[in-house]
């Protein structure tokens, strides 16, 4: 099964190699879109082409990124380090290969290979959020792509650090319910007064319910130090311009988690 993100890498895109056998016993949404798409497939033996596609699975439930992800960035550092087509494995030396293709749930590449490989061994490697890094934390000593290389850097054996944020929407999409704690415990190591504000007010926070239980019980937590950081005046400032959308129900929530 060839996982294909015709976006992610280029002109030449993005790739991901893997059965469907065990991406069905992995995940019950992708053992969904395979199980509603089968009816229309067919194996195809040939050369792979590098430029067209082979037998295409289309999404039959696809929805959007609902927040910006972060991931995209490390797409870039891989685009720039890697060879094209961005690909976990090398397939280019089989003459002949029967596959079948599926496009990507919405998803940065780097983050579905990072979930391929937890979902393969039960190991993911997280990256920093971009609230604990340049430019939004003006204190911070480097930006997260220079984080992102010297991780990579000084493990190039390991699996590629990946957005916790963007590994929670992903594993939500996945029903993979032990990734989605893992990120969210990852969230709450990563927490900090200097981002949390950040953090709060994100729209992965207004998305998810349990993201933003882990962000207020932090805050409520840690509330002078919060409320006395830079991140926490900058984003009263951006609400009393009312720049921040569906910022009223989060502040609700924060008042009610503080009286409780």
Not at 111 to 129: H, K, M, S
Not at 179 to 200: G, I, T
Request: charged share 25%.
């Amino acid at each position: 099964m060839r996982i294909v993100f015709p976006h992610a890498g280029g002109s030449d895109g993005a790739e991901l190699w893997t059965t469907a056998a065990f991406l069905s016993s992995s995940s019950s949404y992708l053992e969904r879109r395979l199980a509603s798409a089968s009816a229309g497939t067919a194996r195809t033996g040939a050369k792979r082409s590098r430029t067209s596609s082979r037998v295409k699975v289309e999404p039959t439930d696809e929805v959007e990124k609902d927040f910006a992800d972060s991931d995209d960035e490390t797409d870039a550092i891989l685009r720039d380090e890697e060879p094209s087509p961005l690909s976990l494995y090398d397939v280019s030396q089989h003459a002949e290969l029967e596959y079948e293709e599926m496009r990507a749930p919405p998803s940065a590449y780097s983050t579905f290979r990072g979930v391929l490989r937890y979902l393969e061994t039960g190991y993911i490697r997280f990256a920093p959020l971009s609230s604990s890094c340049l430019p939004v934390l003006a204190s911070a000593k480097t930006s997260r792509a220079e984080a992102v290389k010297r991780l990579r850097g000084a493990h190039p054996s390991l699996p590629i650090p990946v957005s916790p944020k963007s590994t929670y929407r992903l594993a939500r999409l996945l029903d993979c319910e032990p990734l989605q704690q893992a990120a969210l415990v990852e969230l709450s190591e990563q927490l900090s007064v200097d981002n949390a504000a950040d953090e709060l007010f994100d729209k992965a926070s207004q998305t998810y319910g349990e993201w933003r239980r882990v962000v207020l019980a932090y805050v409520v937590q840690n509330w002078d130090g919060v409320m006395g950081s830079a991140a926490w005046k900058d984003a009263q400032a951006r609400i009393a311009r009312d720049e921040i959308p569906g910022v009223a129900p989060l502040l609700m929530d924060l008042v009610q988690a503080r009286s409780s």
